[in-house]
């Protein structure tokens, strides 16, 4: 078969073209549009990133904490709360932490354990006698009791105990008994010495010799900062305006400043006013008097010398 009936029996193949329906010159193919695709604006740009920390609903526990911090910072905090704002340095924290992790008490692993050991020897014919190893004591109870009998060598009370009257009275029994104390940022910190959660306060009842120095050392940081510092007891806290309400004073003494100073330029204005008003006056009187006197012909000084000469002829 020759190449031309090929194409021609191709084109027969082929369906015929309606009418009507061919591509026209001018108009553009539309394109499709995807239902659900999101349309920000006219240029189709994606919204930009924004901060939604105001506009996110945070946990009423968070809220709380933090209205709670607001109102602390703007009401007035008497001295006996204030005091516990005033909390031991990061250093010195540091030294005093690794001094009481020392001293943490005995889990109950290590505790049954070494009443085993001496249970084992009672057994065998040994009298040998397990010491009570030396320990931070715990429990709001049990250190007011080791203060009052004056068996506490150092005394570290959370700076965040709730509620607060758990704890507000222990600095002041510190200072009578003449025990020396700390306040220390975190009842959860202090918590952690003992194996609990949290913990309200410690003490320290004795060292071993190996410790004694540092241990000194910290408590001369503690008797000054806590025990004889006067002004913590006597300060009180709070009373700090919001950055809103500080705007709005400024502005009010600025105004004020303002008006004070338009009140003086004014004075300064009236005063000079007057001044010139006072020296036309003046001025003015000077000259009816120059016109008097030309029109009389004397002036009023040779005037009043003839009257002393006549009042003297008379006499005589």
Known sequence: MSSKSKQARQKKNQPKKQKGKGKRKGKKKQKKVDKFAKVYSKQKKAVPVRDLYQVMRWPKYIKIQRQRKVLMKRLRVPPAINQFTNTLERNTAY????????YSPETKKQKKTRLQKVAE??????????KKPLTVKYGINHVTSLVERKKAKLVIIAHDVDPIELVVWLPALCRKMGVPY??????????????????TALVLTDVKQQDKNAFAKIIDICMPKFNDNVETRTKWGGGVLSSKARKAIEKNLESSQLSKKLMQEQKIRERIIKEKLEQQRLEEE???KKEEEAKNGKPEADKTEDKKNTKKESKK
């Not at 030294?95 to 020392?102: C, E, M, N, R, V």
């Not at 020897?121 to 397990?130: A, C, E, L, Q």
């Not at 306040?183 to 949290?198: N, P, Y």
């Open 286 to 288: 000077a000259q009816k």
């Open 121 to 130: 020897s009672k057994v065998i014919g040994d009298n040998v006698k397990s």
């Open 95 to 102: 030294q005093l932490f690794t001094l009481l992790s020392k």
């Open 182 to 199: 700390c306040i220390v940022k975190g009842k959860a910190r202090l918590g952690k010495v003992v194996h609990k959660k949290t913990a």
